[in-house]
């Protein structure tokens, strides 16, 4: 059964302090990973990923794929309250769009 | 241009009642997807609609759900005879096709009572 775990799932910090967020994955045929902030209902994309190496940059944001050992990472550098938020990991599987879901790492953000 | 917008946005029903969600996709997406998502939990896939192609319906979690989707673009989730176990929040994302490198912009979402 495909799964995506995400870990921690929650995590405190301060302002200006740096995360690390967590996803790995355990999918049958993986086409791609993508990256969701997730502040009230509405999910909102950040980064898709599908080669081993390449960061992918927004601004404070990073991620990075390891394709052999089937994890991502998200990182966020000098936080700020307005990165509190849910942030979800999706892998997709075959053929199809389907995103599968981890659960989310709810990250809160203190002055 | 307009995003996907959902409606209601909150929804108390009671047990034993059907409800109806609708979606209205990106102008032009041909993929249609829902997906809920309960208290603390990550996204769960239910259905999706992807031009005139019968849907996957393969996450539906019993046969008291079904979805249509009229025209190619609005889509209606109905959950007959609603149980506690279905308050969640209902979400709608579209993508212009359902090829795997497509972006799936998500509408706000539903939220379910049923009480």
């Known amino acids: 059964e495909d799964k995506v775990v995400q870990s921690p799932l929650s995590l405190v910090v301060h302002e200006g302090d740096t995360v690390t967020l967590n996803c790995s994955y355990e999918?049958?045929?993986?086409?791609?990973l993508l990256w969701y902030k997730q502040e009230k209902k509405a999910p909102t994309f950040l980064f898709m990923l599908?080669?081993?190496?390449i960061e992918k940059k927004s601004g404070r944001l990073s991620s990075i794929l390891d394709k052999k050992e089937l994890f991502s990472i998200l990182n966020i550098t000098a936080t700020q309250t307005g990165d509190s938020a849910v942030y979800l990991c999706?892998?997709?599987?075959?053929?199809?769009?389907?995103?599968?879901f981890g659960a989310g790492t709810r990250l809160a953000v203190h002055p | 241009g307009a995003g996907v917008s959902q409606s209601p946005s909150n929804k108390v029903t009671e047990k034993g009642k059907d409800v109806e969600l609708r979606c209205d996709p990106i102008?032009?997406?041909?993929?249609l997807y829902w997906y809920r998502q309960s208290l603390g939990q990550g996204l769960e896939f239910l259905i999706y609609?992807?031009?005139?192609?019968?849907?996957?319906k393969s996450g539906l979690p019993s046969d008291r759900f079904s979805a249509e989707r009229t025209g190619g673009s609005v889509s209606t989730l109905t959950i007959q005879r609603t149980q506690q176990e279905d308050s969640a929040v209902y979400l709608c994302?579209?993508?212009?096709?359902?090829?795997?490198?497509?972006?799936?912009?998500f509408g706000p979402g539903t939220r379910l009572t049923v009480l």
């Open positions: 599908t080669s081993s190496g």
């Open positions: 999918v049958t045929n993986f086409r791609s």
């Open positions: 102008s032009g997406h041909t993929a």
């Open positions: 999706a892998v997709i599987s075959g053929g199809y769009n389907k995103l599968i």
């Open positions: 609609f992807q031009g005139n192609s019968a849907p996957d």
């Open positions: 994302a579209s993508s212009l096709s359902a090829a795997p490198g497509d972006t799936q912009y």
